[in-house]
């Protein structure tokens, strides 16, 4: 009965490990496509603010470690290898506690990153320029048309660039443009438009003409972030609980190995 509850533990942990493994892929792919996306407002964000960079190459850090400590509780369990359980159940407990402290700090850290997006997508408006390449600004026309918002709190932000508000014409941010719901075609406009109004007596760019989404981006910006949080965090919760077991049934494998026995340790 011993020897069957044994093998039956070993199996667990490697299956608990194997799925480590797997969900340690997915938090280091989700750095990678922090650093990577260049289309979202993950990329205003990692353009603008080094902690969003520092945030990514610690997802990417903790996810190779957790696919290294898979294998390596993989390979403990099926040879029953008590120095390879006794180093795993270490880096676990490690890991563990990183993870708990790295998550307090990012939650408590939560109202300071609102501000520093406001302040980030402030100072973009105001020195957006028309005809000019640069991935920030590109990345921030995807958002608005995207998520069909102008400016961050209304569109009455962009009065403050004063490279638009300068023209003569009506003249507005293309990537503001309303659209009407039964346009599917999905185009990102860059730079400035203008408008013509036949009706117009005004010889300046009055923002009451612009044909544009009046609501600003920050409560749909701050929900897709609050969204994504949330799944960020049931990935960490997720890969805690797999932790515990994994260290539960390391301890209870390493309890009934009785002697070390150096033969089983794969020789590459």
């Not at 990692?46 to 990514?56: E, I, M, N, P, R």
């Not at 544009?212 to 960020?232: P, R, S």
Request: with cysteine.
């Amino acid at each position: 009965m011993g020897s069957a509850c044994i093998k039956v533990t070993k199996y667990f942990l490697f299956l608990f490990n194997l799925l480590f493994f797997i969900l340690g892929a997915v938090i280091l792919g989700f750095g990678v496509w922090i650093l990577a996306d260049k289309s979202s407002f993950i990329s205003v964000l990692q353009t603008s603010s080094s902690s969003l960079k520092v945030g990514a190459c610690v997802f990417i850090g903790v996810g190779a470690v957790t696919m290294f400590m898979g294998f390596l509780g993989c390979i403990g369990a099926i040879k029953e290898v008590r120095c390879l359980l006794g180093l795993y159940f270490a880096f676990l407990l490690l890991i563990l506690i990183v993870q708990v402290a790295a998550g307090a700090l990012f939650y408590f850290n939560m109202g300071k990153l609102k501000q520093e997006m406001g302040n980030i997508v402030t100072n973009l408006i105001q020195n957006y320029k028309d005809s000019h390449e640069d991935r920030l600004q590109e990345a921030w026309d995807y958002v608005q048309a995207q998520v069909k918002c102008c400016g961050w709190v209304s569109f009455y932000n962009w009065t403050e660039n004063a490279e638009l508000m300068n023209r003569t014409n009506i003249t507005y941010p293309c990537s503001c443009e309303a659209r009407r719901e039964e346009e599917d075609n999905f185009v990102v406009r860059k730079g400035f438009c203008e408008a013509f109004d036949s009706n117009r007596t005004e010889s300046r760019n009055s923002p009451e003409y612009w044909p544009v989404y009046h609501e600003g981006c920050m409560k749909k910006v701050q929900a897709w972030l609050q969204e994504n949080v949330g799944v960020i965090l049931g990935i960490c919760v997720g890969v805690a609980v797999i932790e515990l077991l994994g260290m539960l049934l390391s301890i209870c494998l390493c309890r009934h190995v009785r002697s070390e026995d150096y033969s089983k340790v794969p020789k590459y």
